[in-house]
């Protein structure tokens, strides 16, 4: 089984603008990172639960109904009184999103640690503001740390939000002291750019130079998200895979990076490769396959508005033969 383990909150999302220039009324959409990850394994056929604290609220109620729906396993979801934490999405021209975050006294960043996770937990992914917010942050890097010492492929998004990250340099502080307990990293271009310093238009191969240097520091692969110019693993074995994007017309990008960490969850599942050891020992061929896989399904979540990441069925009708 796979638990994802992070917030669950809302983005209310602009509706298309007026025609006579008026600002866009704001539609409530559910998400979170952790959240759209879990719901986009869970639609392609994984077996994952989610774990965090979401509220009691009308917003609580609607995230888990959603979670059950997309057959996302919820007995490690634990419910409070303090209200769901609130994103407003803004839309760029290209249908990127700009985020800002609604976050004093919100449920999700009040986890309690639950201890040990049962011993059919073969994999858990971590992200976002989750590993931010305190005191939440601390409780789900113990849980990090400690499922990495118990043998359990722990997979990373950091889904960097800058504008909640009050001391840079003691995040990217504490991101170098997750990398030797991350099985598998997955990020985006930005993200990268980001953690390593660089400047936003630094050329790729910089980049690569920085994941190369994160893979020595303990993960078995890293996964790199560059939008429209498609997914980029490297191996801890020397492979460098790359995997064109898939062709769409994009609504917005919002969930489009979550969906990719929960298809290479959910295909890392179909391939009994839910290890460390696993992951370090697929071929070139495979990561192929995973990347495609990934690629495909990321494209459908941006076809259409908000995190709306496929079903299975709906994935394999969109691709060819």
């Not at 990850?37 to 869970?42: K, M, P, R, W, Y």
Request: charged letters at 20%; a negative charge; proline letters at 7%.
């Amino acid at each position: 089984m796979i638990i994802v383990a992070g917030e669950a909150l809302v983005d209310l999302v602009p509706a298309p603008s007026s025609a006579d220039g008026q600002l866009a009324d704001l539609q409530p959409r559910l998400g979170g990172g952790p959240y759209n990850v879990a719901v986009a394994a869970g639609r392609l056929g994984a077996p994952v639960g989610f774990l965090s604290r979401v509220s009691t609220d009308l917003f609580g109620d609607a995230l888990v109904d959603r979670l059950r729906m997309s057959t996302v396993d919820v007995g490690l979801v634990q419910r409070g009184p303090e209200p769901t934490t609130l994103a407003v999405v803004g839309l760029d021209d290209d249908g990127s999103a700009r985020y800002s975050f609604y976050v004093a006294g919100t449920a999700d960043r009040l986890v309690a640690d639950p201890g040990p996770l049962p011993a059919e937990v073969a994999a858990v992914s971590f992200g976002t503001l989750s590993l931010v917010l305190e005191p939440g942050a601390s409780v789900y890097e113990r849980m990090l740390r400690r499922e990495s010492d118990r043998g359990t492929l722990t997979v990373l998004d950091p889904n960097v939000r800058v504008g909640l990250i009050p001391d840079p340099v003691a995040y990217r502080a504490r991101f170098a002291a997750w990398l030797p307990h991350v099985g598998l990293l997955k990020l985006s271009l930005d993200d990268a750019r980001w953690l390593a310093e660089l400047p936003e238009d630094a050329p790729e191969d910089a980049v690569r130079a920085v994941l190369l240097d994160w893979l020595a520091a303990g993960p078995a692969a890293v996964v790199l998200t560059r939008g429209g110019a498609g997914l980029l693993a490297l191996t801890s074995a020397g492979a460098l895979v790359e995997a064109p994007p898939v062709p769409v017309s994009v609504v917005d990008t919002i969930g489009a990076g979550d969906t990719v960490q929960g298809a290479l969850l959910a295909w890392l599942h179909s391939q009994d490769a839910l290890s460390r050891s696993a992951v370090a020992g697929l071929d070139e061929e495979q990561w192929r396959a995973a990347l495609g896989f990934a690629g495909a399904a990321a494209a459908l979540t941006c076809s259409r508005a908000g995190a709306e990441p496929p079903y299975l069925a709906e994935l394999a009708a969109s691709r060819p033969v």
